[in-house]
Protein backbone atom coordinates (compact mmCIF):
# COMPACT_ATOMS: atom_id res chain seq x y z
CA UNK A 1 0.00 0.00 0.00
CA UNK A 2 1.15 4.11 -0.12
CA UNK A 3 -0.07 6.93 0.25
CA UNK A 4 -3.96 7.07 -1.28
CA UNK A 5 -6.54 10.34 -1.54
CA UNK A 6 -9.30 10.90 0.65
CA UNK A 7 -12.32 10.41 -1.36
CA UNK A 8 -10.68 6.58 -2.28
CA UNK A 9 -10.20 5.52 1.30
CA UNK A 10 -13.61 7.03 2.80
CA UNK A 11 -15.76 5.80 -0.52
CA UNK A 12 -14.59 2.86 1.02
CA UNK A 13 -15.94 3.55 4.11
CA UNK A 14 -18.90 5.19 3.47
CA UNK A 15 -19.63 1.78 1.41
CA UNK A 16 -18.79 -0.82 4.56
CA UNK A 17 -20.09 1.43 7.10
CA UNK A 18 -16.82 1.72 9.10
CA UNK A 19 -15.32 4.81 10.10
CA UNK A 20 -11.52 6.03 9.27
CA UNK A 21 -9.26 7.23 12.17
CA UNK A 22 -7.63 10.24 11.70
CA UNK A 23 -5.23 12.23 14.09
CA UNK A 24 -2.48 14.98 14.01
CA UNK A 25 1.35 14.37 13.95
CA UNK A 26 2.90 16.23 16.32
CA UNK A 27 5.97 15.29 15.50
CA UNK A 28 7.89 12.45 13.19
CA UNK A 29 7.96 9.85 15.71
CA UNK A 30 4.14 10.63 16.06
CA UNK A 31 3.86 10.34 12.53
CA UNK A 32 5.35 6.87 12.85
CA UNK A 33 3.43 5.56 15.70
CA UNK A 34 0.17 6.22 13.56
CA UNK A 35 1.54 4.50 10.90
CA UNK A 36 2.50 1.36 13.02
CA UNK A 37 -0.96 1.42 15.33
CA UNK A 38 -2.29 1.12 11.49
CA UNK A 39 0.29 -1.78 10.26
CA UNK A 40 -1.14 -3.81 13.60
CA UNK A 41 -4.45 -3.81 12.97
CA UNK A 42 -4.44 -3.84 9.15
CA UNK A 43 -6.85 -0.54 9.17
CA UNK A 44 -6.57 2.20 6.63
CA UNK A 45 -5.60 5.49 8.39
CA UNK A 46 -5.56 9.15 8.06
CA UNK A 47 -2.62 11.32 9.17
CA UNK A 48 -3.12 15.00 9.72
CA UNK A 49 -0.93 17.57 10.14
CA UNK A 50 -2.36 20.77 11.78
CA UNK A 51 -1.92 24.59 10.42
CA UNK A 52 -2.26 25.24 13.97
CA UNK A 53 0.72 22.38 14.67
CA UNK A 54 2.98 24.13 12.53
CA UNK A 55 5.00 25.98 14.93
CA UNK A 56 5.98 22.78 16.51
CA UNK A 57 8.01 21.53 13.69
CA UNK A 58 9.03 22.52 10.40
CA UNK A 59 5.96 21.44 8.33
CA UNK A 60 7.84 21.15 4.72
CA UNK A 61 10.83 19.38 6.33
CA UNK A 62 8.14 17.13 8.13
CA UNK A 63 6.26 16.37 5.23
CA UNK A 64 8.53 15.40 3.19
CA UNK A 65 9.80 12.49 6.18
CA UNK A 66 6.34 11.40 6.52
CA UNK A 67 5.91 10.99 2.82
CA UNK A 68 8.82 8.79 2.62
CA UNK A 69 7.73 6.79 5.28
CA UNK A 70 4.09 6.41 3.96
CA UNK A 71 5.39 5.09 0.71
CA UNK A 72 6.49 2.01 2.65
CA UNK A 73 3.41 1.33 4.43
CA UNK A 74 1.53 -1.60 4.61
CA UNK A 75 -1.80 -0.49 4.71
CA UNK A 76 -3.53 2.77 2.90
CA UNK A 77 -2.22 6.02 4.16
CA UNK A 78 -4.29 9.28 3.82
CA UNK A 79 -1.75 12.48 4.63
CA UNK A 80 -4.28 15.14 5.19
CA UNK A 81 -3.53 19.05 6.23
CA UNK A 82 -6.16 19.95 9.34
CA UNK A 83 -8.08 22.60 9.52
CA UNK A 84 -6.27 24.81 6.94
CA UNK A 85 -7.14 28.48 7.36
CA UNK A 86 -5.90 29.66 4.31
CA UNK A 87 -5.76 29.38 0.61
CA UNK A 88 -2.40 29.98 0.80
CA UNK A 89 -1.21 27.16 2.88
CA UNK A 90 -3.80 24.60 1.65
CA UNK A 91 -1.72 25.80 -2.18
CA UNK A 92 1.62 24.93 -0.14
CA UNK A 93 0.55 21.73 0.82
CA UNK A 94 -0.53 20.49 -2.50
CA UNK A 95 3.25 21.23 -3.27
CA UNK A 96 4.52 19.37 -0.44
CA UNK A 97 3.10 16.34 -1.86
CA UNK A 98 -0.26 15.98 0.60
CA UNK A 99 -3.06 13.66 -0.76
CA UNK A 100 -5.96 15.85 0.56
CA UNK A 101 -6.35 19.11 2.32
CA UNK A 102 -9.04 20.59 4.39
CA UNK A 103 -9.74 23.88 4.29
CA UNK A 104 -11.43 25.50 7.02
CA UNK A 105 -14.08 28.44 6.24
CA UNK A 106 -16.61 27.91 8.74
CA UNK A 107 -16.32 31.63 10.13
CA UNK A 108 -16.92 32.80 6.34
CA UNK A 109 -20.32 33.40 4.75
CA UNK A 110 -21.36 30.30 3.36
CA UNK A 111 -21.35 31.96 -0.12
CA UNK A 112 -17.28 33.08 0.34
CA UNK A 113 -16.63 29.86 1.97
CA UNK A 114 -17.90 27.89 -1.24
CA UNK A 115 -16.21 30.12 -3.42
CA UNK A 116 -12.61 29.31 -1.89
CA UNK A 117 -13.46 25.87 -1.67
CA UNK A 118 -14.77 25.69 -5.23
CA UNK A 119 -11.14 27.09 -6.18
CA UNK A 120 -9.34 24.51 -4.41
CA UNK A 121 -10.93 21.81 -5.72
CA UNK A 122 -10.97 22.80 -9.30
CA UNK A 123 -7.07 22.97 -8.79
CA UNK A 124 -6.37 19.61 -7.19
CA UNK A 125 -8.34 17.70 -9.45
CA UNK A 126 -5.48 17.44 -11.89
CA UNK A 127 -3.22 15.83 -8.83
CA UNK A 128 -6.17 14.01 -7.49
CA UNK A 129 -5.76 15.29 -4.34
CA UNK A 130 -9.38 15.12 -2.54
CA UNK A 131 -10.33 18.34 -0.24
CA UNK A 132 -12.48 18.62 2.71
CA UNK A 133 -14.16 21.37 4.19
CA UNK A 134 -16.64 22.53 7.11
CA UNK A 135 -20.35 23.90 7.11
CA UNK A 136 -21.81 25.26 10.04
CA UNK A 137 -19.44 25.55 13.01
CA UNK A 138 -17.63 23.51 15.76
CA UNK A 139 -16.79 25.22 18.55
CA UNK A 140 -14.55 24.75 21.49
CA UNK A 141 -10.49 25.96 21.31
CA UNK A 142 -11.25 27.82 17.94
CA UNK A 143 -12.36 31.08 18.42
CA UNK A 144 -14.86 33.52 17.08
CA UNK A 145 -16.84 36.60 17.69
CA UNK A 146 -20.46 37.46 18.15
CA UNK A 147 -21.80 40.78 17.69
CA UNK A 148 -23.23 42.33 20.74
CA UNK A 149 -27.15 43.20 19.69
CA UNK A 150 -27.86 39.79 17.68
CA UNK A 151 -31.49 38.49 17.99
CA UNK A 152 -31.78 35.95 21.11
CA UNK A 153 -28.28 37.30 22.64
CA UNK A 154 -28.11 38.93 25.90
CA UNK A 155 -24.25 40.28 26.98
CA UNK A 156 -25.12 39.30 30.44
CA UNK A 157 -25.00 35.90 29.79
CA UNK A 158 -21.08 36.38 28.05
CA UNK A 159 -18.71 34.49 29.80
CA UNK A 160 -16.93 36.59 32.67
CA UNK A 161 -13.13 36.54 31.88
CA UNK A 162 -12.79 36.17 36.04
CA UNK A 163 -14.81 33.33 35.49
CA UNK A 164 -13.20 32.01 33.10
CA UNK A 165 -9.70 31.80 34.62
CA UNK A 166 -11.08 30.58 37.90
CA UNK A 167 -12.75 27.22 36.18
CA UNK A 168 -9.83 26.81 33.91
CA UNK A 169 -7.02 27.70 36.91
CA UNK A 170 -9.74 24.75 39.38
CA UNK A 171 -9.98 22.17 36.34
CA UNK A 172 -7.37 21.96 34.20
CA UNK A 173 -10.02 22.08 31.16
CA UNK A 174 -8.93 22.69 27.93
CA UNK A 175 -11.67 24.36 26.28
CA UNK A 176 -14.03 26.44 27.48
CA UNK A 177 -17.52 26.44 25.02
CA UNK A 178 -21.07 27.23 25.01
CA UNK A 179 -22.38 24.37 22.24
CA UNK A 180 -25.36 26.80 20.33
CA UNK A 181 -27.71 24.79 17.77
CA UNK A 182 -27.57 27.75 15.66
CA UNK A 183 -23.74 26.90 14.64
CA UNK A 184 -25.21 23.18 13.49
CA UNK A 185 -24.81 22.04 10.22
CA UNK A 186 -28.12 22.94 7.71
CA UNK A 187 -29.38 20.46 5.56
CA UNK A 188 -30.05 22.41 3.31
CA UNK A 189 -26.61 24.44 3.45
CA UNK A 190 -24.72 21.14 3.34
CA UNK A 191 -26.29 20.71 0.18
CA UNK A 192 -25.87 23.50 -1.57
CA UNK A 193 -22.33 23.22 -0.29
CA UNK A 194 -21.85 20.15 -1.90
CA UNK A 195 -23.59 20.61 -5.17
CA UNK A 196 -21.27 23.68 -6.13
CA UNK A 197 -18.09 22.74 -4.92
CA UNK A 198 -17.98 19.33 -5.35
CA UNK A 199 -15.86 18.85 -2.40
CA UNK A 200 -14.81 15.17 -1.72
CA UNK A 201 -15.45 15.30 2.84
CA UNK A 202 -17.77 17.52 4.31
CA UNK A 203 -17.01 17.92 7.80
CA UNK A 204 -20.46 18.63 9.56
CA UNK A 205 -21.21 20.63 13.29
CA UNK A 206 -23.55 18.37 15.20
CA UNK A 207 -23.35 19.03 18.80
CA UNK A 208 -19.13 18.16 19.00
CA UNK A 209 -16.53 20.58 20.26
CA UNK A 210 -12.61 21.05 19.71
CA UNK A 211 -10.72 20.41 22.61
CA UNK A 212 -11.84 18.69 25.98
CA UNK A 213 -16.22 18.62 26.61
CA UNK A 214 -16.49 20.22 30.61
CA UNK A 215 -20.54 18.81 30.02
CA UNK A 216 -22.12 15.18 28.80
CA UNK A 217 -21.69 16.21 24.95
CA UNK A 218 -25.35 15.23 23.08
CA UNK A 219 -24.77 14.67 19.60
CA UNK A 220 -27.87 15.61 17.17
CA UNK A 221 -27.66 11.72 15.21
CA UNK A 222 -31.40 12.67 13.24
CA UNK A 223 -29.32 16.00 12.32
CA UNK A 224 -26.34 13.30 10.42
CA UNK A 225 -29.12 10.99 9.35
CA UNK A 226 -30.42 13.97 7.62
CA UNK A 227 -27.48 15.26 5.57
CA UNK A 228 -26.64 11.76 4.93
CA UNK A 229 -29.30 11.02 3.11
CA UNK A 230 -29.19 14.54 1.41
CA UNK A 231 -25.67 14.39 0.20
CA UNK A 232 -23.57 11.30 -1.58
CA UNK A 233 -20.13 13.39 0.19
CA UNK A 234 -18.75 11.18 3.29
CA UNK A 235 -19.35 12.98 6.52
CA UNK A 236 -16.87 14.36 9.19
CA UNK A 237 -17.05 14.27 12.68
CA UNK A 238 -14.51 16.68 14.26
CA UNK A 239 -13.95 17.76 18.06
CA UNK A 240 -14.86 13.99 19.03
CA UNK A 241 -12.46 13.44 21.83
CA UNK A 242 -14.73 13.66 24.77
CA UNK A 243 -17.33 11.36 23.32
CA UNK A 244 -18.25 7.26 24.53
CA UNK A 245 -18.03 4.19 22.48
CA UNK A 246 -21.72 4.35 21.91
CA UNK A 247 -21.56 7.98 20.49
CA UNK A 248 -18.62 6.72 18.25
CA UNK A 249 -21.39 4.09 17.29
CA UNK A 250 -23.93 5.41 16.64
CA UNK A 251 -22.77 8.15 14.73
CA UNK A 252 -20.85 6.07 12.13
CA UNK A 253 -24.37 4.02 12.04
CA UNK A 254 -25.97 7.42 11.28
CA UNK A 255 -23.44 8.16 8.15
CA UNK A 256 -20.37 9.67 9.37
CA UNK A 257 -17.10 7.93 7.73
CA UNK A 258 -14.14 9.79 9.10
CA UNK A 259 -13.28 10.81 12.89
CA UNK A 260 -10.70 13.27 14.05
CA UNK A 261 -9.46 12.04 17.08
CA UNK A 262 -6.55 14.23 18.67
CA UNK A 263 -7.37 16.00 21.93
CA UNK A 264 -7.99 12.16 23.70
CA UNK A 265 -4.32 11.06 22.36
CA UNK A 266 -2.53 14.51 23.71
CA UNK A 267 -4.25 13.79 26.78
CA UNK A 268 -2.76 10.14 27.01
CA UNK A 269 0.18 11.32 26.15
CA UNK A 270 0.79 13.42 29.08
CA UNK A 271 -0.44 11.62 31.34
CA UNK A 272 2.14 8.46 30.52
CA UNK A 273 4.50 11.03 31.08
CA UNK A 274 3.24 12.38 34.20
CA UNK A 275 3.32 9.07 35.18
CA UNK A 276 6.93 8.05 34.54
CA UNK A 277 8.23 11.55 35.56
CA UNK A 278 6.39 11.39 39.32
CA UNK A 279 7.33 7.54 39.66
CA UNK A 280 10.27 6.16 41.80
CA UNK A 281 12.74 4.92 38.85
CA UNK A 282 15.55 6.50 37.49
CA UNK A 283 14.16 7.21 33.54
CA UNK A 284 15.84 8.57 30.35
CA UNK A 285 14.71 11.34 27.66
CA UNK A 286 14.70 8.31 25.27
CA UNK A 287 12.97 5.76 27.58
CA UNK A 288 10.27 8.52 28.30
CA UNK A 289 9.20 9.11 24.74
CA UNK A 290 9.25 5.55 23.57
CA UNK A 291 6.80 4.33 26.58
CA UNK A 292 4.71 7.56 25.75
CA UNK A 293 4.63 6.52 21.81
CA UNK A 294 3.80 3.11 22.97
CA UNK A 295 0.71 4.10 25.12
CA UNK A 296 -0.37 6.49 22.22
CA UNK A 297 -0.67 3.76 19.60
CA UNK A 298 -2.11 1.54 22.27
CA UNK A 299 -4.88 4.16 22.41
CA UNK A 300 -5.09 4.58 18.77
CA UNK A 301 -5.31 0.67 17.69
CA UNK A 302 -8.49 0.56 20.25
CA UNK A 303 -10.01 3.60 18.35
CA UNK A 304 -9.39 1.44 15.23
CA UNK A 305 -11.08 -1.53 16.52
CA UNK A 306 -14.26 1.02 17.53
CA UNK A 307 -14.77 2.20 14.47
CA UNK A 308 -14.86 -1.06 12.94
CA UNK A 309 -11.53 -0.55 10.41
CA UNK A 310 -9.44 -3.49 11.92
CA UNK A 311 -9.32 -5.60 9.21
CA UNK A 312 -10.38 -3.35 6.65
CA UNK A 313 -7.10 -2.41 4.80
Known amino acids: MALISLKEILSDAKQKKYGVFATNAFSFEMAEVIVEAAEEKNSPVILMMAEDLFKF ?18 VPVVFHLDHGNNFDVAMKCIRWGLSSIMFDGSNLPLKENIKIVKELKRISIPSNISVEAEVGYVGGLEAREKTEGQEGIDTNDYTKVEDAVRFVNETDVDALAVIDTNDYTKVEDAV ?54 EDFKKAISCGIT ?11 AGK ?17 NKSVMEAVKEKIKKKMDLFGSTGKA
Request: aromatic share 8%; glycine share 8%; net charge neutral.
Open 272 to 288: KAKEIACGKNDFTYMML
Open 57 to 74: LNPERTASAIISMIKDAK
Open 258 to 268: KINYFTGLVTE
Open 192 to 245: RFVNETGVDALAVAVGTIHGVFRFKPNLDFDRIKEIKDAVETPLVLHGSSGLSD
